[in-house]
């Protein structure tokens, strides 16, 4: 059973995801929240599988909340934003989100997006990502992480991050490098151990946030 924690301030939205959610044989929704400040504090008290954030919320919004429920390790958080192009789900993004999904998403992709999600998956393609950190942080300028930290990538790994950062899957990324996908997926899980990483989107923005890769490239 994957446990749902619904956080959004305006009531009719959980509403809906409540419906939606609550037909799903392997879903339960253990609470709701109208603002991130309850968000975590339910989130301490129930240790949900997956948050389902709002990022505009009154008192303490979701950017904040998703960092504080992600670095206590209390739960997996999938944000949703109105805009595709949202700052604050990049910002999410760069706290912890596990993805992110617009709010007029179908409802057939909202419930396979949260079983991807408990399962350990990213929702949120690097192609997707990417748009984000070049619209974002690329007009920021400059490296805003120390890249010595790539250090404990091999020369390979380091080439797998590089193509993960440009939106490739791994089945793209094996045919590029003429490995097989076995192979490359071995390297990815490699990439995120070593870095500490929970999944392909963090591992896209930190290639950004390292300078591995420029705003426009690829």
């Known amino acids: 059973m994957i446990r749902v924690l619904l956080v959004d ?25 109208g603002n991130g400040e309850e968000a975590v504090r339910l989130a301490e008290e129930h240790r949900p599988d997956v948050v389902l954030m709002d990022v505009r919320m009154p008192v303490l919004d979701g950017v904040e909340a998703t960092k504080l429920i ?3 390790g209390l739960a997996k958080v999938l944000v949703m934003t109105t805009f595709d192009l949202d700052e604050y789900a990049l910002s999410a993004l760069r706290n912890g989100a596990s993805g992110f999904l617009l709010k007029d998403t179908p409802s ?13 998956d990213a929702v949120v393609s690097p192609s997707v990502t990417r748009r984000l ?8 300028g400059g490296e ?23 939106g490739l899957s791994n089945t793209e ?17 490699r990439v995120l151990s070593k870095l500490d990483l929970r999944d392909r989107v963090q591992a ?15």
Not at 133 to 140: N, S
Not at 180 to 189: C, D, F, L, M, Q
């Open 173 to 189: 990324i094996a045919r590029k490098l003429f490995l097989s996908e076995a192979t490359v997926k071995t390297h990815v899980g």
């Open 133 to 140: 950190l070049d619209r974002f942080l690329g007009a920021a």
């Open 9 to 33: 301030d305006q009531e009719l939205m959980r509403v809906g995801f409540r419906m939606v959610l609550g037909a799903q044989e392997d879903m339960e929704i253990v609470g709701e929240a």
């Open 144 to 166: 805003l992480r120390d890249a010595s930290i790539l250090e404990v990538l091999t020369e390979r790994e380091r080439e797998v991050l590089l193509l993960m950062a440009q």
């Open 70 to 72: 992600t670095e206590r």
């Open 108 to 120: 057939v992709q909202l419930v396979a997006a949260l079983r991807s999600v408990a399962s350990g």
């Open 204 to 218: 896209v923005v930190l290639a950004y946030e390292t300078g591995l890769v420029r705003p426009g490239e690829g």
